[in-house]
């Protein structure tokens, strides 16, 4: 069976605050940990009513107390979002919170509209290299494994809490090019199949080919995340998925809309029948009974060449996510 991993957005389903979202990944996480699934990763959004937690750290930090063996990452921080100094203290101390627990995700993109990147003083995408190449060398200086020398520009600047170790680091990819680049540089790679709406085979091929053994990691490490609901029976799985599908349809006609009720999707969905998008989403909607997933997702993994599979924690509730984590895992 696939190596299995979760990767939760938060949603704000049915008639719930965006606040009892953030309170509700807690219990996700909890149930992951239950159930036997090796990472537990939470994203950062902003300016997205469907979306609840802009601060995976904090999220991250919450977990460290709630859980006690699961993995606890970022899927991701938007690097370009922030100073690579304050990102590299945040998440030695999650390190200093959780010891060898800790994987720092990061990803190129905003998380946001172009306005709201500007509210969040945002560098912008073309800001990410640079950033990367900073955060990385706090990193491993405050790991004391390659100390920052008197020509590096941040010589004398430290990231604490120093530490034995630092968190695994990952970059997050929707595109071949991008995972070559994350191969170049060394690091691990998870590739977003429910963005990217395309299978991960291509970046994990391309990210192998690039891979260059580094300080961070001397072997190559590819992950892909994609969305899968499991229910007892086919049709209860359909159901269910029709919020997620009918929102990413939506979102392909040009406007952010979240269905607070199956009922509501069921009938966005039954106007747009004939729209090529949502035969394209169909097509790509991995929901049905618990064999039927996870033999695709085995699938996945062995036609992808991956080494981990994140599953999107979906549903239309709280219960219905967790209990399709729970059908996943057998």
């Known amino acids: 069976m696939a190596l299995l991993s979760v990767l939760d957005l938060s949603p704000v389903t049915g008639d719930a605050t965006q606040a009892q979202a953030v309170r509700e990944t807690v219990e996700v996480a909890r149930a992951a940990e239950r159930l036997g699934y090796h990472r537990f990763w939470v994203a950062e959004h902003h300016n997205i009513a469907g979306l609840g937690s802009p601060a995976p750290e ?16 970022s899927g991701g921080v938007m690097l370009v979002n922030y100073s690579p100094l304050k990102v590299a203290e945040v ?4 390190g200093a919170l959780a010891p060898g627990r800790i994987d720092l995700g990061v990803g190129r993109a905003l998380g946001a509209d172009p306005r709201t990147a500007g509210a969040l003083r945002s560098a912008g995408s073309e800001a990410f290299e640079h950033y990367f190449a900073l955060l990385c060398a706090w990193l491993l200086d405050a790991s004391g494994k390659v100390p920052i020398g008197p020509e590096h520009p941040a010589h004398d600047i430290r990231a604490n809490p120093s530490g034995p170790s630092h968190p695994d680091v990952f970059v997050l990819c929707s595109s071949a090019e991008s995972a070559a680049w994350a191969g170049a540089a060394g690091v691990g790679m998870v590739f977003a199949e429910f963005i990217a709406r395309a299978e991960g085979g291509p970046a994990v091929a391309a990210y192998r080919a690039a891979f260059q053994p580094g300080p961070l990691r001397e072997t190559p490490w590819a992950g892909i995340a994609t969305a899968a609901l499991a229910a007892d029976t086919a049709e209860e799985a359909r159901r269910l998925d029709a919020p997620r599908r009918a929102s990413q349809l939506a979102t392909s006609l ?3 809309q979240r269905f607070r009720t199956i009922e509501a999707a069921e009938a966005f969905l039954a106007e747009h029948a004939a729209s090529p998008a949502l035969a394209e989403i169909e097509a790509r909607s991995l929901a049905g009974p618990p064999d ?9 993994t062995a036609q992808s060449g991956a080494d981990e599979v994140f599953v999107m924690a979906t549903g239309p509730s709280l219960e219905s996510r967790i209990r399709s984590l729970e059908l996943i895992r057998g």
């Open 254 to 256: 040009g406007r952010r």
């Open 91 to 94: 998440f030695m101390e999650l």
């Open 58 to 73: 904090i999220l991250i930090a919450v977990l460290t107390q709630a859980t006690s063996r699961i993995r606890l990452g």
């Open 292 to 300: 039927l997933v996870r033999a695709r997702l085995d699938e996945k």
